[in-house]
């Protein structure tokens, strides 16, 4: 989103059951989330409710879907509730998989110029 003097993004990231939503200023590593949901169709029903609900706001795609191998450990660490049942995963686990998701959109090409690191 750049309008209005914004510069923010919004990056949703669907593995297994988990909405991963990483979201800040533009090039900047923004904040996480970790949405744990019951079943991995009711975790992209959240996927595509946040999506309408961004683009309603003025966000728009800056990237295609890209489908990306996340290796176990990290979804694990994604995927699994920390001791209480709340919480977001550690920030290092969360940068490991937009690596990984970034890697994987410059090899499928579906990176684009104008997203965020």
Known sequence: ????????????????????????????????????????????RAARDLTNQKNAKGYRLSRDMTVFEVPQHLALALTTPPPGGYGNPAEQVCDEVVTTFKNAALQQETERGEASW
């Open 1 to 44: 989103m750049t309008s209005g003097g914004s510069d923010k993004y919004y990056r949703l990231l669907l593995v297994e059951n988990t909405l991963l939503v990483n979201y800040g200023r533009r090039n900047a590593r923004g904040q996480f989330q970790a949405h744990r949901k019951g079943t991995a169709e009711a975790a992209q």
